[in-house]
């Protein structure tokens, strides 16, 4: 099984930086592509980010500009670097990990954007 872990959620002002973490317990190289969700209550579950392991980027329209995600393949980890944090970027961040015959989720960790 693969276990991804991820850190670095919290509570944060409006216009403030936060950069999530996310730990896998297999080499990422393994892993056609990891990506960054996030759902807040009531809505849908969003994509807000993913790098494949070639090393392209897809990001949500309203994060562009704003998050970047980026990887350490010899630490097997993930980061989304959130910059000019909106109150709506408020949910719970949701690491995945996606293969062509698995895909795996990790916990999420909060991000709570307000004043």
């Known amino acids: 099984q693969v276990q991804l872990v991820e850190s670095g959620g919290g509570l944060v002002q409006p216009g403030g930086s936060l950069r999530l973490s996310c730990a896998a317990s297999?080499?990422?190289?393994?892993?056609?592509?990891m990506g960054w969700y996030r759902q807040a209550p009531g809505k849908e579950r969003e994509l807000v980010a993913s790098?494949?392991?070639?090393?392209?980027?897809n990001y949500a329209d309203s994060v562009k500009g704003r998050f970047t995600i980026s990887r350490d393949n010899t630490k097997n980890t993930v980061y989304l670097q959130m910059n000019r944090l909106k109150p709506e970027d408020t949910a719970v961040y949701y690491c995945?990990?996606?293969?062509?015959?698995?895909?795996?989720w990790g916990q999420g960790t909060q991000v709570t954007v307000s004043s």
């Open positions: 790098i494949t392991v070639g090393g392209s980027t």
């Open positions: 995945n990990a996606n293969s062509i015959l698995w895909t795996y």
């Open positions: 297999v080499s990422i190289l393994t892993i056609n592509v």
